[in-house]
Every structure is written in C-alpha cells, then in structure tokens.
C-alpha cells in the first residue's frame, strides 16, 4: 500500500491537507482529488502544494472506525457545554478541559492555529515538542467499502453535505483513540464556516457536536488527552503507524 499525503499553503500559512492509503492502482485517480481539494479550499487559493507518495515498509493496522454518535445543540454554549460533560466523564480533570477549551477559542499557535495537535496531560501540561507544528496523526485512509457504508449512514441522517469533514476527522479519532495513552480528544475546526466539532474516545466513540464554535470563527484545533505516555513512543506511532479503517463502526443518535 502506499501512503498519500496533501498539504497546501498560501503565504507560507498552512491551507489544508488530508491524506489516505491506496493500492498502487489508485494512485493516480488519489492524486488528482487531492490536488482539487488544495484548489477548492473555503481559506483561499494556495501557493503551495505539496502531494507526497509513500510506500508503506511497516504492516498496515486495520481497524472499525469509532461509532458515530450524533447529537443535537442549540448554539456553541451549548456545545461546549455537552463538550465538558463528556470529557469529564471520560475522568479529564475540570482543569485540562478549560485550559484546552481557552487554547482552542484563542489560537494554540500563540493566537494561530496549529498545523497538529496539542497533547496534553492530566495535569495541563502540553507534551507537544513544537506549539506552532504540534503533533500530527498521520497515515490513515478509510478502504472504498467502509466509506460507502459511511456515506449512506450519513445520507440516511442528512449530514451528506460534511461526508468529506466526518470521514476525514473520524479516521483520524479512530487512530488516536487507539493508540495506547489516549484518554479522549476534543477537536473543532478551523475552516470559519464549520462549526462542528467532537468528542471522540475508545470508551465513548465519536461523539459529533453540530455547535463548537459561532460561524466565522477562523480558530480550532485538536487537542489529545493523554495518561502515562513516552511522549516519544506516543508521538512516533501517531505520527508513522499506517491505520486503514476497514469497516464502519456503526451510526446512532445520542442519548445523555
Ligand atoms: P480541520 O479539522 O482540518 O479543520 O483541523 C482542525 C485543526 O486540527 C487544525 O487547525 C490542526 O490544528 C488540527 N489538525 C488538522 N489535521 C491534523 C492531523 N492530521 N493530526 C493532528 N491534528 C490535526
């Protein structure tokens, strides 16, 4: 298999990027959707793109992706507050969740957005060696089966509009919550017009919330909370461990 990643910039600020495995057959036809989604991007026309081919010399983990669990607010108030509910259920203490709450709301590059994610321990302390970079979770990709059964869950439940930001942000929380050390992630987006975000966790699933943020709001990030890491060891597998999502977890409603 091989790994295919998209980045794209405008002034040497970071647009977009997405990334998937494929078979050798599918590099071609992979390479031109990535080039249209760094040319279509809400933040602008880049100045830079760079589309990069890898082939995968470690055995690739395939995995069902997290359950998708839909819920239902009213506003980012709202939002945020079902968001702290359900990190503190999954034992982040009061502390770490305002602290990554704050981050998110005002820019976790010193007021901009990061490339990665933060990771952050129990007692607050950001673990990532570079705040502006972050950490990345990379070489993932969904298989064509899995996406499809994706695609008509969220068809059946009218979302189809985000299928690219659901499959996108559930294959990556599939990977994070399975590597060893996560306790939860938070994320919301930074692109201005989508203000959903979630709160994914192996024990909990992918929990989508329509409402983190108000519309225009150009901050987000992600932020993984983690317990008893080798921040070293955490870092190299988020990073290089190749994750294929092979089935789809399953789709359902919220009930608190
Ligand atoms: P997006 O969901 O693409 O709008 O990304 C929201 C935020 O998540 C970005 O501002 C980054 O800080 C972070 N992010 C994006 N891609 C990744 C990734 N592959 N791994 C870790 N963090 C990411």
Request: proline share 4%.
């Amino acid at each position: 298999m091989f790994s295919i990643r998209m980045r794209a910039e405008k002034n040497e600020k970071h647009i977009s990027g997405a990334e998937t495995l494929v078979e050798k057959n599918m590099i071609s036809a992979t390479i031109m959707e990535l080039a249209q989604r760094a040319l279509s991007h809400e933040k602008g026309e880049p100045d830079f793109i760079n589309i990069s081919v890898e082939s995968l010399k470690i055995p690739v983990k395939k995995l069902t992706s997290l359950p998708l669990i839909l819920t239902h607010v009213e506003n980012e108030t709202e939002g945020k507050t079902l968001a702290r509910k359900l990190l503190l259920e999954l034992g982040i203490p009061k502390l770490c969740i305002a602290k990554s709450i704050s981050l998110l709301e005002k820019g976790p590059a010193n007021g901009e957005n990061m490339r990665g994610a933060i990771i952050m321990d129990l007692n607050g302390n950001r673990l990532e060696p570079d705040v502006v970079r972050g950490i990345r979770a990379s070489h993932i990709g969904i298989t064509e089966e899995a996406s499809k059964e994706l695609q008509t869950a969220i068809s059946d439940m009218r979302l189809s509009t985000f299928y690219t930001y659901i499959s996108d942000a559930l294959v990556l929380a599939t990977k994070v919550a399975s590597v060893k050390g996560t306790l939860g992630e938070l994320c919301w987006s930074d692109d201005p017009s989508y203000t959903a975000g979630y709160v994914a966790s192996g024990k909990m699933g992918y929990i989508r919330i329509p409402h983190l943020k108000k519309k225009g709001d150009p901050c987000g990030g992600r932020v993984f909370f983690v317990e008893n890491i080798d921040p070293g060891n955490y870092i190299n597998e988020m990073e290089s461990a190749p994750v294929l999502v092979n089935r789809f977890g399953g789709i359902r409603s919220f009930n608190e």
